[in-house]
């Protein structure tokens, strides 16, 4: 099952292993459970004596298999999948913790798991062509590894379809703990450990109280964000950048092909290294941060103030807004009634869920096109309802799509409504805007792709905007407030790329330095 490169990779990344793991599979007569032994048996010959394998598990959920150390510390780590494509970093990472391999996350971090009290049952959903799944796994394994009251499961949607289909869930990564929902999409460690751990907002805050002025103090971690405070902290000066998640929309982008010199990475892959980048420098990196309000300085005496979600307050003598942007709904009845029940907005994270049914793509530019495109490998067939009189994608994606023959597609189309059954999504509704005529079609799901909405909600009535909420922005990035200045999507810079971003965010670090220079210290 793994080649021989990967083997190789293997044998030296579990020379870091320092004491024994175990791994436990519970197999039944199914073909997946002949590959899962396959692939565990691969996986424990790349470390002789380190690493044993059993198949005599007696899990409910088959196959399956458990990582644990020898010596029975720690709680349960299990995957009801064959960890491959995104999941087999999962697969490694696992290994390497319950072999004594420290992770790559603060210590406080570690110890505030240790900390938690009561017990723990976490399941996440997800499927092996999510892009977003990983972090999730990855965050509730670490968890179990060092807190043995924490038990986390990663069910492959695909493997166990039957379950997922009586669970209704039709969007990944999904989490139930304690048999409860917990929590769908992209989550990191400290976000899942800020939902069960109740007094940690109250610390956040009272420690981003007590931290001094910064002198560039940067809003969004996604390139804009990166880009500035790389740029700002070579200036020796002190900066922040505070942030939901680092790297913004890149995390929920599945390749990138047209960044000059990288010919080709995946989403994840590129914010991980635009971390590890401003991480070099002395920045103080602030994540799972959700600004609430920005205060000009003329309002504080001097220094811009940025008021957080869990109350604490970070001032900085200039701010820069690279809040980037999100995926924008239709806001029709049932979208938001019916979210992540068939109305979804990732279709290489959640196309595997519909497979071998119908379903709809809204939107005719490249992304929606791509989306038809990816989704009729699929699916049993594609709707695409575009709201202009033609399709606005590239020509060589229209002259795909219309290749293939379970894609169907409505130009002038109107979407109206979603329809359901109170429990998830049954189908759609729109309408011709030429012919005025009603159109219904049953479908299982359907995926959202028309454009972009600025995260700008924070800044309303403080910088001037235009009418579809992006910061008015001039040439040096200045907004119409002095000392604060945008960068990226959020601002009225034309064309929405990674490398624009990138570019706008280093212009805003050193208009953000020259207006320093120039303006008297605040008192």
Same mark, same amino acid.
């Given at each position: 099952?793994?080649?021989?490169?990967?083997?190789?990779?293997?044998?030296?990344?579990?020379?870091?292993?320092?004491?024994?793991?175990?791994?436990?599979?519970?197999? $039944? %007569?199914?073909?997946?459970?002949?590959?899962?032994?396959?692939?565990?048996?691969?996986?424990?010959?790349?470390?002789?004596?380190?690493?044993?394998?059993?198949? #005599?598990?007696? *899990?409910?959920?088959?196959?399956?298999?458990?990582?644990?150390?020898?010596?029975?510390?720690?709680?349960?780590?299990?995957?009801?999948?064959?960890?491959?494509?995104?999941?087999?970093?999962?697969?490694?990472?696992?290994?390497?913790? *319950?072999?004594?391999?420290?992770?790559?996350?603060?210590?406080?971090?570690?110890?505030?798991?240790?900390?938690?009290?009561? %017990?723990?049952?976490?399941?996440?959903?997800?499927?092996?062509?999510?892009?977003?799944?990983? $972090?999730?796994?990855?965050?509730?394994?670490?968890?179990? &590894?060092?807190?043995?009251?924490?038990?986390?499961?990663?069910? %492959?949607?695909?493997?166990?379809?039957?379950?997922?289909?009586?669970?209704?869930?039709?969007?990944?990564?999904?989490?139930?703990?304690?048999?409860?929902?917990?929590?769908?999409?992209?989550?990191?460690?400290?976000?899942?450990?800020?939902?069960?751990?109740?007094?940690?907002?109250?610390?956040?805050? *009272?420690?981003?109280?007590?931290?001094?002025?910064?002198?560039?103090?940067?809003? +969004?971690?996604?390139?804009?964000?990166?880009? *500035?405070?790389?740029?700002?902290?070579?200036?020796?000066?002190?900066?922040?950048?505070?942030?939901?998640?680092?790297?913004?929309?890149?995390? #929920?982008?599945?390749?990138?092909?047209?960044?000059?010199?990288?010919?080709? &990475?995946?989403?994840?892959?590129?914010?991980?290294?635009?971390?590890?980048?401003?991480?070099?420098?002395?920045?103080?990196?602030?994540?799972?941060?959700?600004?609430?309000?920005?205060?000009?300085?003329?309002?504080? +005496?001097?220094?811009?103030?940025?008021?957080?979600?869990?109350?604490?307050?970070?001032?900085?003598?200039?701010?820069?807004?690279?809040?980037?942007?999100?995926?924008?709904?239709?806001?029709?009845?049932?979208?938001?009634?019916?979210?992540?029940?068939?109305?979804?907005?990732?279709?290489?994270?959640?196309?595997?869920?519909? =497979? +071998?049914?119908?379903?709809?793509?809204?939107?005719?530019?490249?992304?929606?096109?791509?989306?038809?495109? !990816?989704?009729?490998?699929?699916? =049993?067939?594609?709707?695409?309802?575009?709201?202009? %009189?033609?399709? =606005?994608?590239?020509?060589?994606?229209?002259?795909?799509?219309? @290749?293939?023959?379970?894609?169907?597609?409505?130009?002038?189309?109107? &979407?109206?409504?979603?329809?359901? !059954?109170?429990?998830?999504?049954?189908?759609?509704?729109?309408? #011709?805007?030429?012919?005025? @005529? /009603?159109? /219904?079609?049953?479908?299982?799901?359907?995926?959202?792709?028309?454009?972009?909405?600025?995260?700008?909600?924070?800044?309303?009535?403080?910088?001037?905007?235009?009418?579809?909420?992006?910061?008015?922005? !001039?040439? =040096?990035?200045?907004?119409?407030?002095?000392?604060?200045?945008?960068?990226? !999507?959020?601002?009225?810079?034309?064309?929405?790329?990674?490398?624009?971003?990138?570019?706008?965010?280093?212009?805003?670090?050193? @208009?953000?330095?020259?207006?320093?220079?120039?303006?008297?210290?605040?008192?």
């Amino acid at each position: 099952m793994l080649d021989t490169n990967t083997q190789a990779q293997l044998q030296a990344y579990f020379q870091r292993i320092s004491q024994p793991v175990e791994l436990v599979a519970s197999l $039944d %007569d199914r073909p997946a459970s002949a590959e899962m032994r396959e692939l565990l048996t691969e996986v424990a010959a790349a470390a002789p004596g380190k690493i044993s394998l059993r198949v #005599d598990g007696q *899990a409910e959920r088959r196959p399956s298999f458990q990582i644990r150390r020898a010596n029975g510390a720690g709680g349960e780590v299990r995957f009801a999948a064959i960890p491959m494509g995104h999941e087999f970093t999962s697969l490694i990472l696992a290994v390497l913790w *319950a072999g004594g391999h420290p992770p790559k996350v603060e210590p406080e971090v570690i110890e505030q798991i240790k900390a938690l009290e009561g %017990d723990f049952r976490f399941k996440v959903y997800m499927s092996l062509t999510c892009h977003n799944c990983p $972090d999730v796994v990855q965050a509730l394994h670490l968890m179990a &590894t060092f807190n043995p009251r924490i038990q986390a499961v990663a069910v %492959d949607g695909g493997l166990f379809q039957a379950e997922v289909e009586a669970k209704q869930i039709m969007a990944v990564p999904y989490v139930t703990l304690n048999g409860q929902p917990f929590g769908s999409g992209r989550m990191e460690v400290k976000d899942i450990l800020a939902k069960i751990d109740t007094g940690a907002a109250k610390r956040e805050a *009272a420690a981003m109280n007590a931290k001094e002025a910064f002198d560039v103090l940067i809003v +969004g971690g996604g390139p804009a964000g990166a880009a *500035a405070a790389v740029y700002a902290a070579r200036k020796g000066i002190r900066t922040g950048l505070l942030a939901e998640r680092f790297g913004g929309q890149t995390l #929920d982008t599945l390749g990138i092909e047209n960044f000059i010199s990288v010919p080709e &990475t995946q989403g994840p892959k590129f914010a991980a290294a635009l971390e590890a980048h401003v991480r070099t420098y002395d920045v103080d990196v602030m994540t799972q941060q959700r600004v609430e309000q920005l205060i000009p300085a003329e309002q504080t +005496g001097g220094l811009t103030t940025v008021k957080l979600a869990n109350g604490g307050e970070l001032k900085g003598r200039t701010v820069i807004v690279a809040t980037g942007a999100r995926w924008r709904n239709m806001n029709v009845p049932g979208e938001a009634e019916y979210k992540t029940k068939g109305v979804a907005y990732c279709p290489h994270c959640d196309g595997p869920l519909f =497979k +071998g049914k119908d379903v709809a793509v809204i939107g005719g530019g490249n992304s929606g096109v791509e989306a038809a495109i !990816d989704l009729a490998g699929i699916v =049993k067939s594609v709707t695409l309802l575009e709201f202009a %009189d033609q399709l =606005k994608a590239d020509q060589v994606l229209v002259n795909k799509l219309k @290749s293939l023959p379970n894609v169907t597609i409505h130009v002038n189309a109107q &979407t109206t409504e979603v329809i359901g !059954d109170g429990q998830k999504m049954t189908g759609l509704r729109w309408k #011709d805007r030429v012919s005025g @005529s /009603e159109h /219904e079609a049953a479908l299982a799901g359907v995926f959202v792709q028309i454009g972009l909405v600025p995260n700008t909600e924070f800044a309303k009535g403080v910088v001037e905007m235009n009418r579809f909420g992006e910061i008015m922005v !001039d040439a =040096k990035c200045h907004t119409s407030v002095p000392g604060v200045f945008a960068a990226g !999507d959020c601002s009225t810079v034309p064309y929405k790329q990674i490398i624009i971003a990138t570019g706008e965010g280093a212009k805003a670090a050193l @208009s953000a330095f020259d207006h320093l220079i120039r303006t008297p210290a605040a008192a």
